[in-house]
């Protein structure tokens, strides 16, 4: 029953919104997460090695978190692991 989350990913526009949610609360809560320094993707602050590149090179810097959370929202990259943040 119903439509599952998983096919959704896939389908551009609900995506996107799911996207840009994320992104907004990556903004609102930038001091947990942090900028990978090897892929540019966005992970939690928690975590030592990046999930997608290994790299160990984080930016903390929240300005650039925000910055980065608002790229992703706006356009679709399949590179970025936003799906796993949460
Ligand atoms: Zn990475």
Redesign the pocket.
Known sequence: MGPSMKSAKKISSPALAERMAKARRIVENSASYKI?E????I?VSNVVL?P????YRFDTEDEHVVDQALKIGAREQRSVTADDLV
């Open positions: 990978c090897g892929c540019d993707s992970v990046c997608n590149c290994h790299a």
